[in-house]
């Protein structure tokens, strides 16, 4: 599955990874997730978006860490989440990525997940 990603984003991970905010497998699992996108979904992020997204892993990865999962975000955000056209896509991807990489996330961090994903997926359709 393995596809070339952005060297700027491979230098991002080793940087976080040296500095020990990001993990070996949190680094791993980043690059599979970046790699799933591309591979099986046709997302394809820009530097920036990699980059946030990358910064959104790594804090959720530190608060799971640490036994502090995200707080669970509104209800109407949530359902605004579950709406989104392509939330069958976006569940999917979390079921890949979690079956890939045996990570399980709360409720919480996988709702921000979703978000996350589902707006990558609106701004890679446009």
Do not use: W
């Amino acid at each position: 599955m393995r596809h070339s990603l952005d060297p700027e984003i491979i230098r991002r991970l080793d940087e976080l990874t040296q500095v020990q905010k990001l993990s070996p497998k949190g680094r791993r699992d980043i690059i599979v997730l970046l790699d799933l996108l591309e591979g099986e979904y046709g997302v394809t992020l820009s530097s920036g978006q990699a980059n946030m997204f990358i910064r959104h892993l790594t804090e959720t990865f530190l608060r799971l860490n640490r036994g502090e999962p995200a707080p669970l975000m509104e209800a109407s955000t949530a359902g605004q989440i579950r709406s989104f056209g392509g939330s069958g896509i976006v569940d999917q991807m979390m079921r890949d990525f979690c079956r890939i990489t045996g990570n399980r996330f709360p409720i919480s961090e996988e709702e921000y997940l979703k978000m996350y994903l589902s707006s990558l997926l609106s701004y890679g359709n446009r």
